[in-house]
């Protein structure tokens, strides 16, 4: 079993960058595809980023291609999801969630087995 812990959320300003991080415990996640979600509040929790187990795949949600990067370390047991050019219906709870020995990417939530805590952004207008 994985434990996922996700960091790096704060405030920042509409068309400001930030950069969240996903490290695992418990095993190594280089046999897993990995993904980010947002849930905002009173929404559903929605996919964002997903990323393969090499890190040579990766798949958006359109509203974020071009301004999001995923990419992973897997040597440090770490995903990354760097955010530029924020707008405010980018507020939400961030999530990473891993899908084990899977190497299709998925957007669906309903495909990941392992989820963090969460790690909030917020950008203001």
């Known amino acids: 079993q994985v434990q996922l812990a996700e960091s790096g959320g704060g405030l920042v300003q509409t068309g400001g960058s930030l950069s969240i991080s996903c490290i695992a415990s418990?095993?190594?996640?280089?046999?897993?595809?990995m993904g980010w979600f947002r849930q905002a509040p009173g929404k559903e929790r929605v996919f964002v980023a997903a990323i393969s187990r090499s890190g040579g795949s990766t798949s958006y949600a359109d509203s974020v291609k071009g301004r999001f990067t995923v990419s992973r370390d897997n040597a440090k047991n770490t995903i990354y999801l760097q955010m530029n050019n924020l707008k405010p219906d980018a507020t939400g709870v961030y999530y990473c969630a891993a899908r084990p020995r899977e190497t299709v990417l998925s957007p669906s939530r309903w495909a990941y087995h392992y989820w963090g805590q969460g790690t909030q952004v917020t950008v203001s207008s």
């Open positions: 418990g095993r190594a996640l280089s046999s897993d595809s």
